[in-house]
């Protein structure tokens, strides 16, 4: 059953600590991001990665960091830095189509929603 | 900077009921625009998209959305909504940059609720 995974759903941590979240995808895909949701405002993109080993900056990525050591993995770093984390977080991944980033279907996970106490 | 605009916060509509959502985005090249749809409990999944040419598209559900680009315009449609309807609905306009990078951005959302 292909698809995407986030895990856990539910995340609490207490201000201070950096907390990482996990994706996963099973699609073979190689394009994968990351979204943050507030109510209200949409999606925005965090970070995303074309390939392998290599990824790039989003329209907020301050605080946060990324890895991509593997094609189905993108865990996404919230440190101690970003003012203000409790949000609902997405990863998506797509196939990476010639066309660039972001020209093709995005499939999302189910989100994982960060409670920072 | 690249923003899409997604006019209505929350509509509420009796089954039945005709609907359109509207989105403008200010970009003026090239674009790749898309309707996601997210239903209560369930992940953002993708209504339809709009690459190039006939600028009528049709998507799942019964869903359609057509591309007006003289108005900035990807607005939603559907003739005869169904409590089934009941999600929000993201438009998403994906566009190159001056500086040849690509930039996708999403509208704040449309909660729709159908009332039975």
């Known amino acids: 059953d292909g698809g995407i995974t986030q895990s856990p759903k539910y995340l609490f941590r207490k201000e201070g600590q950096n907390v990482t979240l996990s994706c996963e995808q099973n699609?073979?895909?190689?394009?994968m991001y990351w979204y943050r949701q507030d109510p209200g405002q949409g999606l925005r993109l965090i970070y995303y990665s074309q390939i392998v080993n290599d990824f790039q900056k989003g329209d907020i990525a301050e605080g946060y960091s990324v890895s991509r050591e593997k094609k189905e993995s993108f865990p996404l770093t919230v440190t101690s830095a970003q003012k203000n984390p409790t949000a609902f977080y997405l990863c998506?991944?797509?196939?990476?189509?010639?066309?660039?980033?972001?020209?093709?279907?995005?499939?999302f996970g189910p989100g994982t929603r960060l409670t920072v106490l | 900077a690249q923003s899409v605009s997604q006019h209505n916060h929350h509509v509420i509509l009796s089954e039945a009921a005709s609907l359109e959502l509207g989105c403008n985005y200010s970009?003026?090249?090239?674009?790749?625009l898309f309707w996601y749809v997210q239903y209560p409990g369930q992940h953002l999944q993708l209504l339809l998209k709009?690459?190039?040419?006939?600028?009528l598209v049709k998507g799942i559900k019964g869903f359609e959305a057509e591309f007006i680009k003289s108005k900035f315009s990807f607005n939603l449609r559907k003739p005869s909504v169904q409590w089934s309807d009941t999600a929000e609905y993201f438009c998403a306009v994906n566009a190159r940059s001056g500086a040849g990078s690509y930039q996708l951005t999403f509208g704040k959302g449309t909660k729709l609720s159908v009332i039975p």
């Open positions: 998506a991944s797509s196939p990476g189509l010639a066309g660039g980033p972001f020209t093709d279907t995005q499939y």
């Open positions: 699609l073979n895909h190689d394009a």
């Open positions: 709009y690459f190039s040419g006939d600028p």
């Open positions: 970009y003026g090249g090239t674009v790749n």
